[in-house]
């Protein structure tokens, strides 16, 4: 069998291997997966019986090609299947596989077919949704100070408006992606993550009426000015892929995380809120929001 590259169109087709999905690194939703395609990188798939195969090629940086744990309703994969597959469709190596994959397999049978390596940069900040919706305690007390900030400035003064984002606030939620870039000086070659992610997003948003996602966004004095999109994970786990907040507004990010922590995640006991891809400044952001478990990522070669 092909693998075929997987675009928007392939959607409702293929969320059904995602049911039930039980790896807790954000790379593991749909949404995800289809979004940071672009001209450097291309998601590719093949369906074995109740199973979706999932590969990354390159157009660049050939070397990264590389497999993700199969994605199935019912079945996970040995080592010695996974590396069968990886065979069978021409790959070296799997990207994103979690830590809990060895603990369940053992490191000793992992490295009868693989060479393990840790992928610090792609290991994912995972948190209790009571955390983040609460802030209770010492630890979260600067943070609830900047939260009666805005509260006093913004939300008692009525300038702000919340809501779901539709299609319909789509290019505006762009606009605000714009500026939100300017800020952070997004198309700058030595950004090139964050210009990943922008486009990213830009190609989530485009779609938003045909995932199965939720957001949410924030108007200040009618301008907007902050907005979240999160997806299913696990039965227990939601992935807040994107979160963006101006950050001249004093508190903003604050009372916008935590109005997405009570809002947007009902049922969920865990939101993954993705990595900080090595970059020291998002290390401390979400360090300092006291994770409940760091998701580690590890790259196996044949």
């Not at 928007?8 to 979004?35: E, G, W």
């Not at 714009?178 to 990213?200: F, G, M, T």
């Not at 952001?285 to 070669?301: E, G, R």
Request: charge should be neutral; charged fraction near 25%; proline fraction near 3%.
């Amino acid at each position: 069998m092909i693998m075929k590259e997987i675009t928007y169109s392939d959607y409702p087709s293929l969320k059904k291997y995602f049911n039930n999905q039980r790896h807790m690194l954000c790379v593991y939703t749909l949404p995800s997966i289809i979004a940071w395609s672009n001209e450097y990188y291309r998601p590719y798939g093949v369906i074995e019986k109740d199973t979706l195969i999932i590969g990354a090629e390159f157009t660049e940086e050939k070397e990264n090609r590389h497999l993700i744990l199969p994605v199935s309703p019912s079945k996970e994969y040995s080592p010695k299947e996974l590396c069968s597959i990886a065979q069978k469709y021409g790959f070296d190596n799997y990207w994103f596989v979690p830590g809990s994959y060895i603990d369940k397999y053992g490191k000793k049978e992992v490295e009868s077919y693989f060479k393990i390596s840790l992928q610090k940069e792609y290991s994912d900040y995972v948190y209790l949704k009571t955390d983040l919706s609460e802030l209770k305690g010492n630890r979260y007390s600067q943070k609830r100070n900047l939260i009666h900030q805005f509260e006093r400035d913004y939300v008692e003064r009525n300038r702000i408006e919340t809501g779901e984002i539709k299609s319909q606030l789509s290019v505006e939620c762009i606009d605000f992606l714009e500026q939100w870039c300017i800020e952070r000086d997004c198309d700058s070659v030595n950004n090139e993550n964050l210009a990943c992610e922008k486009n990213a997003i830009i190609n989530t948003l485009s779609h938003i009426d045909m995932l199965d996602i939720t957001g949410m966004y924030l108007r200040v004095d009618g301008e907007m000015s902050a907005f979240a999109i999160a997806a299913y994970l696990t039965n227990d786990t939601v992935v807040l892929h994107f979160e963006k907040a101006f950050a001249s507004i004093k508190g903003l990010y604050q009372y916008f995380d935590r109005l997405c922590a009570k809002s947007l995640f009902d049922g969920y006991k865990f939101i993954n809120k993705e990595s900080d891809m090595n970059i020291p400044g998002l290390a401390k952001v979400k360090k300092s929001y006291h994770p409940a478990m760091i998701i580690k990522s590890y790259k196996l070669v044949l």
